[in-house]
């Protein structure tokens, strides 16, 4: 096997046996064979109830449903065929609802959220004293949302003096 900085690439790893009964029995296929040989009982017995390849069951494979519309029995190449259709129409909707003006009223929502932040700091800012210990993960929220308010108000602000800047240069 290669080793690539300690790691060994995918191609070469071997599956364990372990992972193999998982996959041939499931974990409680497993759980119920190592309980069997605990107690000593006929694993051949638990094997048969669990064994998920056992094709003498006459169970029927499992089809995936390509399409999501709930029919597991119809033919793979139409479902396949029918899933590239409804990616296909759901990009147009997408494309719909951008140039309709779904995403309108941002700056609203951000003053509502601004609204309520400025309530949590002002609120904040009379529990607590100069000389009060805080807990870490209060001090990082803090911390945080007052980097995250600080960059976005510095990405709005660069945003505005560059319109603003190019409204100049229009009007000469």
Same mark, same amino acid.
């Given at each position: 096997?290669?080793?690539?900085?300690?790691?060994?690439?995918?191609?070469?790893?071997?599956?364990?046996?372990?992972?193999?009964?998982?996959?041939?029995?499931?974990?409680?296929?497993?759980?119920?064979?190592?309980?069997?040989?605990?107690?000593?009982?006929?694993?051949?017995?638990?094997?048969? $109830?669990?064994?998920?390849? /056992?094709?003498? &069951?006459?169970? *029927?494979?499992? #089809?995936?449903?390509? %399409?999501?519309?709930? @029919? =597991?029995?119809?033919?793979? $190449?139409?479902?396949?065929? /029918?899933?590239? &259709?409804?990616? *296909?129409?759901? #990009?147009?909707?997408? %494309?719909?609802?951008? @140039? =309709?003006?779904?995403?309108?009223?941002?700056?609203?929502?951000?003053?509502?959220?601004?609204?309520?932040?400025?309530?949590?700091?002002?609120?904040?800012?009379?529990?607590?004293?100069?000389?009060?210990?805080?807990?870490?993960?209060?001090?990082?929220?803090?911390?945080?949302?007052?980097?995250?308010?600080?960059?976005?108000?510095?990405?709005?602000?660069?945003?505005?003096?560059?319109?603003?800047?190019?409204?100049?240069?229009?009007?000469?």
């Amino acid at each position: 096997m290669k080793e690539c900085s300690g790691m060994y690439e995918a191609k070469d790893r071997v599956m364990t046996r372990a992972a193999k009964g998982v996959m041939k029995y499931g974990k409680d296929g497993m759980k119920a064979l190592a309980k069997a040989g605990k107690d000593g009982k006929d694993l051949d017995k638990v094997r048969d $109830k669990y064994n998920k390849y /056992d094709e003498s &069951k006459g169970s *029927k494979p499992d #089809f995936l449903d390509l %399409d999501k519309d709930g @029919n =597991k029995k119809e033919p793979m $190449k139409k479902a396949a065929k /029918d899933a590239k &259709k409804n990616v *296909k129409e759901n #990009f147009e909707y997408q %494309d719909d609802i951008e @140039n =309709k003006g779904e995403y309108d009223q941002e700056g609203d929502m951000a003053k509502d959220d601004l609204s309520t932040i400025e309530d949590a700091a002002r609120e904040l800012d009379s529990i607590l004293q100069s000389d009060d210990n805080l807990p870490e993960w209060v001090q990082s929220k803090i911390n945080k949302a007052m980097d995250y308010l600080d960059t976005a108000r510095d990405y709005m602000k660069a945003n505005q003096d560059d319109d603003n800047s190019s409204k100049i240069a229009a009007r000469c």
